[in-house]
């Protein structure tokens, strides 16, 4: 069975990019442009594991990531935050959130896979 791998993005770009390099290291992928699709995504196909942008337009991913961390379903699902805004405020906002970790755009297309496979269990 394919490991899944849900993807939480506004741009379009970045979106397809990183979903095309997963898809083709073997892994499924759920796409979401929000953080409340993703949020809903996530409690439904359960995947092994989230990539959030902080940025999104109705929330910021971190806070997503807190209340996908208070739901028994997905509280111990991987998030991967995948952003271009880090600064050392947002990196301590990432730190206090369990089991998260962090990319920086833009991604290197050919580690990128590798990278996100080492947070899966």
Do not use: W
């Amino acid at each position: 069975m394919k490991q899944k791998i849900l993807v939480v993005d506004d741009n379009k770009n970045n979106l397809m990019l990183e979903k095309d390099i997963l898809e083709a290291a073997g892994f499924e992928v759920c796409e979401a442009e929000d953080a409340s699709t993703g949020i809903a995504v996530a409690r439904k196909e359960k995947p092994d594991v989230i990539l959030m942008d902080v940025r999104l337009p109705d929330m910021r991913g971190t806070e997503a990531a807190r209340i996908l961390r208070r739901d028994k379903e997905t509280r111990d699902i991987p998030i991967i935050f995948v952003t271009a805004s880090v600064m050392a405020e947002n990196e301590k906002e990432i730190k206090d959130i369990p089991n998260t970790g962090f990319l920086g755009k833009p991604i290197n297309t050919r580690t990128f896979a590798k990278k996100i496979s080492e947070f899966i269990k």
